[in-house]
């Protein structure tokens, strides 16, 4: 009884380790499907972190808290799709740009909230989370936002790969001219699904100021947004990979956290660096194959748009 | 009767080139019009335009009478206009299902069109299998997606640019059985193609471009292939002319090659054996995919084979890489000009590097940018290649001068074999010939060249021997004087595999 408790209580753990990487990671995968690669992850989770904990400790609604966090997260997007798209800077630089605007920014809007309590997403939606039992409060900890988590490699492959709307965008960031000689709109799509993936990250990095810690600590994303662009690129863009490789970080951070509980005498710095380092090694092994990465990469990925003539 | 088409003083400039100057052109309901001109002078611009693609600075566009704007791809569409493109607009990594419904726009479920792919594909003799994915996809096959997709949106008026130029003679007269049927069901038919005789045979009217201006309106089928070529070079045509050669030792040998494929969808060679001799051009007929690109990766090093499946003069080259075989004399002229044997961004002078870097451009590992600069000028002027000077990007030129200068940097290099792939595909009549007479050339020098084409008219003026690829096996080659068209056909068609009757 005492075991499968454990186990319940890992799973979970794990589930909601890997939210935040899968919302930022689906986002990402669906702007580097369209041909877009956006560095700035971190820093759109650091802003959609900051922003929805500000929103949450103002209004005292977590659910509103996640809203405007994608909102924010959506905005920096919108600023990289400004730059990057309409007047077609480079992708490379103006996403590291974002990154570092984003630390920043959210180091400046958040530090008044430093240590400011807010109420959890669970004690928002389950009123009577504490007088639970055990075992259905571990359940309850898994929020609306994990469910979402788990259901977008789902959505997102039925959207890729059985509808037009994905398929346009596969063919956007396959090649823009022929795309766009075939008559549709290569930046109207890429920004959509730049607006898609910073709201996704914004959505993701508020996970963790709102309902993981929850609370505001400056850089509290702590490379989460980097891992994100590391699965996308390492599941070779494919979006049961991508799911399989934030479960798994998701799990080695759980795991490690466990380990230092069982007092294994490694520093703590090392053991830290282990879900980021096990997440890069895995996917690196399952993507050895060229061919395959060949046939999703999108060929189109960082190259800017301009309609000739 | 109102035109289907017609266009009025189209004009448009790039910088300071015209591309189109004061065009006009006229194309009735049901009628094959061919566009004929060199490249460079104007048809792919002026197709864009019809297809909204690109915009025209001034001119008319009239469409069954009235005069329309043609904002965008997609009001070309709307109106009937289906265009195949000489670089084909395709998406390499989807499948040629997703390809057609991306071209199409409607919103049919895939299953349903994959149906109807298949239906029509068969109702005009396009064999293509519609879950395949592009990239896996040979020149030919990509072609017949091409065509396919304009098939299916019922177009009032089809463009094809060059459609024949990777199809059987067997397969290109299907499709001109198609184009007659289509013209017959009232469709226009706009046909742009260097091959003349097939003009002569298919088009009731054509319209000769040279420099971006209409120089001649004419009915094809009064005229000769020579008179219609000298209007579009505005000169007198001459010919290949064939040096003697001594035909002297086998200087490549394969010998039971059997490579499998390395790809989805690739083709396996099969017991393939061939012997090259020196002062020949042994010619490799056959329709795209059936092993061109395996036969040709393996020849020249990009596949790595048993180190005795592979002799250049002797020696064992199987297991060497491309470099080590270069090295060794063997050299090669891919089929993609931009992308394999050039890089669009890189100017002549780099590209020039490319294949030659050695002892004189690059001594002790340092460039010799004054030895590659003569390098480049030399390949420019003894080759003729036009462009605007040795530093010139590879891009800025036409897909003719781009191929003289590859195949003149591999010619100039003095191999002892030289493997060509597909030398003079989408290059204009006044290039294909240039290239044509220095691979002659280079054979009456002493070298042994191998060329691997889908042009059989090609391989039938410039070859001593054809042997026919089909199905990853190689057939006996034959001296060129003993085969006819029909039965290289056939056997492109894979008759020899056939049970003997």
Redesign the interface.
């Known amino acids: 009884m005492h075991d499968g408790f454990a186990l319940i209580a890992l799973l979970v753990a794990t589930l909601r380790a890997a939210t935040p990487l899968l919302l930022a990671g689906f986002g990402e995968l669906i702007a580097e499907r369209s041909g877009v690669l956006n560095l700035g992850v971190e820093g759109m989770m650091l802003v959609g972190a900051a922003a929805g904990f500000i929103a949450t400790a103002s209004t005292g609604n977590p659910l509103l808290g996640l809203l405007v966090a994608a909102a924010a997260g959506a905005l920096m997007a919108a600023l990289f799709g400004f730059l990057t798209l309409t007047l077609r800077a480079n992708q490379v630089a103006c996403g590291l740009a974002l990154t570092i605007f984003g630390v920043g920014l959210s180091a400046l809007i958040g530090l008044p909230y430093q240590g400011t309590p807010i109420t959890g997403l669970a004690t928002v939606i389950w009123p009577d989370l504490d007088s639970a039992g055990p075992v259905v409060q571990q359940l309850m900890l898994l929020d609306p936002v994990v469910w979402l988590a788990l259901a977008l490699p789902f959505l997102v492959f039925a959207f890729l790969y059985r509808t037009?709307s994905g398929?346009?965008l596969?063919?956007v960031g396959?090649?823009h001219?022929?795309?766009?000689?075939?008559?549709?709109s290569v930046l109207r799509v890429r920004f959509a699904a730049v607006l898609f993936g910073g709201a996704m990250a914004g959505m993701g990095g508020s996970y963790l100021s709102l309902v993981y810690t929850p609370m505001w600590t400056e850089n509290m994303v702590a490379g989460r947004g980097w891992i994100a662009l590391a699965l996308v690129v390492f599941s070779a863009w494919k979006p049961l990979w991508l799911a399989l490789g934030a479960v798994l970080f998701g799990f080695v951070t759980i795991a490690q956290f466990h380990a230092e509980a069982f007092g294994l005498d490694v520093s703590s710095h090392l053991l830290s660096t282990l879900p980021y380092l096990a997440t890069v090694v895995v996917l690196v092994l399952i993507s050895r194959d060229a061919?395959r990465l060949?046939?999703?990469?999108?060929?189109a990925l960082g190259k800017p748009f301009s309609a000739?003539? | 009767m109102t035109a289907r088409l017609a266009l009025v003083g189209i004009t448009k400039r790039y910088g300071a080139m015209l591309a189109n100057n004061d065009v006009t052109l006229s194309v009735a309901p049901g009628e094959i019009h061919a566009l004929l001109g060199e490249n460079g002078a104007g048809k792919s611009t002026l197709m864009?335009i019809v297809?909204?693609?690109?915009?025209p600075d001034a001119g008319v566009i009239a469409w069954e009478g009235e005069p329309v704007v043609i904002a965008?791809?997609?009001a070309a569409?709307a109106l009937g206009v289906g265009m195949v493109?000489q670089h084909f607009?395709?998406?390499?990594?989807?499948t040629v299902a997703?390809n057609i419904?991306?071209?199409l726009?409607s919103?049919q479920p895939m299953a349903e069109l994959a149906a109807e792919i298949r239906q029509v594909a068969a109702q005009y003799g396009l064999a293509v299998e519609a879950e395949r994915?592009v990239?896996s996809l040979s020149v030919g096959e990509r072609q017949r997606v091409e065509i396919l997709r304009c098939l299916l949106q019922r177009p009032k008026l089809l463009i094809l640019d060059e459609p024949t130029s990777v199809l059987t003679p067997q397969e290109a007269d299907g499709l001109f059985v198609m184009l007659r049927r289509l013209a017959a069901e009232g469709c226009s038919v706009l046909y742009i193609s260097h091959k003349l005789e097939e003009i002569r045979a298919l088009c009731t009217a054509a319209t000769v471009l040279r420099a971006g201006q209409v120089v001649a309106r004419c009915d094809p089928r009064l005229e000769t292939a020579e008179s219609l070529a000298e209007m579009m070079m505005g000169g007198a045509l001459t010919h290949t002319s064939r040096p003697p050669a001594q035909v002297g030792a086998p200087c490549l040998a394969v010998t039971a090659l059997t490579l499998a494929a390395d790809?989805?969808f690739g083709t396996t060679l099969r017991d393939i054996s061939l012997e090259l001799r020196a002062g020949e051009i042994l010619g490799v007929a056959g329709v795209a995919g059936n092993g061109q690109k395996e036969l040709l990766a393996a020849l020249s090093g990009e596949r790595r084979a048993a180190a005795g499946a592979v002799l250049l003069q002797g020696q064992p080259i199987g297991a060497l890489g491309p470099a080590e075989r270069r090295a060794r004399g063997l050299a090669f002229i891919p089929e993609e000009r931009l992308g394999r044997g050039a890089v669009a961004e890189f100017t002549l002078a780099e590209n020039a590097m490319l294949t030659r870097l050695d002892a004189r451009t690059a001594p002790h590992g340092l460039l010799d940018l004054g030895a590659v600069n003569a390098l480049a000028a030399r390949l420019v002027a003894r080759f003729g290649v036009r462009c605007s000077g040795i530093l010139a990007q590879g891009r800025s030129l036409s897909g003719g001068n781009m191929q003289k200068f590859i195949v003149g940097r591999e010619i100039d290099a003095q191999p002892k074999v030289l493997l060509a792939a597909h030398p003079t595909w989408g290059v204009d009549i006044g290039a294909a010939l240039a290239i044509r007479q220095a691979l002659l050339d280079l054979a009456a020098a002493g070298a042994g060249v191998l060329v691997v084409s889908e042009d059989l008219d090609e391989l039938l003026e410039i070859a001593d021997r054809i042997a026919v690829l089909s199905g990853g096996r190689l057939s006996a080659p034959m001296p060129v004087g003993e085969t006819s068209v029909e039965g290289i056909g056939l056997l492109m068609g894979g008759a020899a595999h056939a049970p003997a009757a």
């Open positions: 037009r398929l346009v596969r063919a396959e090649s001219d022929v795309a766009h000689a075939l008559g549709y061919a060949k046939l999703n990469a999108p060929a000739a003539g | 864009k297809y909204g693609v690109v915009k965008d791809p997609n569409r493109f607009s395709l998406f390499e990594t989807l997703e419904a991306l071209g726009g919103t994915h990239h790809e989805p």
